[in-house]
DNA sequence: ATATGTGCAAATGGTTTGCATCCTC
DNA sequence: GAGGATGCAAACCATTTGCACATAT
């Protein structure tokens, strides 16, 4: 988790981007994030952090599209109302995402990539890298805790 | 598109449902939308229809969730920030989406929506009709008109 | 007759922005 | 010292909701 801090700041250095207090707290509660999470989501475990929130609403926001921008992060299409980031993957993969309850699951399918990167290409797309989002309409957890016939939760 | 009016206000019907004349407004919009829209490009489509507004914002955000829920419509995570729909399509069908125009492209491809099904089966997820969405970093429409290097473009 | 649908306007929630101030390079 | 970075609060934008009124069945 160091290495990718010390590895993020030669990234800001290199862009010609300053390297502060804020931003050194915020890219530190992202490496300890879960694979996915929202802006809001770094926003809390920033706050949570030290006392009364070691960066402001505005700068996380600001220092995440920054990183977008950078590479740093990439930005996934998993929720509705609200984008959600996740590391820049060294290793391709893709997102299995539940309609019902939110619930995202990552894979690595060679194949699946391949002809996705393939079908892309012929048709003009830049193929090196495609982000692959996989809905379906519920998985087994979904229809385990159906039991009571609620509708569609919330949070991923 | 008549037909899909009529298959529409049956669907309605069976589903207890009642039809009304900003329901059929509505949708009589939608037919005549290009595949993709967003809520409130539907909403400015009836609007303009007839001087005033032949809905409301309330009426036609409520009738989009509706229809979505009776499998009328399906929605698709193409942008952020707001949601599209698309009409639930007979055939299976993926989009390619430029992250950086936004543009979007439906594909058919067999063979990739096997893989993917079989992916989400292997996984527990309900695989009958999943979507894909492919992103990728950019098209050939883009790198021609980054000729003057424009940052990323904004509505689809 | 009665549950459903509608419109309005206000509330919501995530995200962005203007501006004065601060601090890194 | 200068320009990038920050914080605050207000602005934004898509979407949702409460409530009184209208209407399809």
């Known amino acids: 988790m160091l290495d990718r801090i010390r590895e993020t700041q030669a990234t800001l250095r290199r862009a010609g981007l300053r390297w502060t207090g804020p931003r050194l707290e915020v890219l530190g509660c992202l490496a300890a994030m ?70 995202v699951e990552e894979v690595q399918s060679p194949r699946l990539e391949q002809t996705a990167r393939r079908l892309a290409e012929e048709r003009g797309f830049q193929a090196q890298a495609p982000a692959i989002e996989i809905t379906v309409s519920g998985c087994e957890r979904c229809s385990r805790e159906r039991t009571g016939g609620k509708g569609r939760a919330v949070r991923p």
Do not use: I
């Not at 959600?84 to 309850?101: D, G, M, N, T, W």
């Open 34 to 103: 879960p694979q996915h999470f929202s802006a809001e989501e770094a926003l809390e475990a920033v706050g949570r952090q030290n006392g009364r929130g070691a960066a402001s609403r505005a700068t996380v926001y600001r220092f995440l599209a920054e990183l977008e921008r950078l590479g740093v992060l990439r930005k996934v299409q998993l929720a509705e109302g609200h984008s959600h980031y996740e590391f820049a993957p060294r290793r391709e993969h893709c997102h299995l995402v539940c309609a019902q309850c939110g619930r």
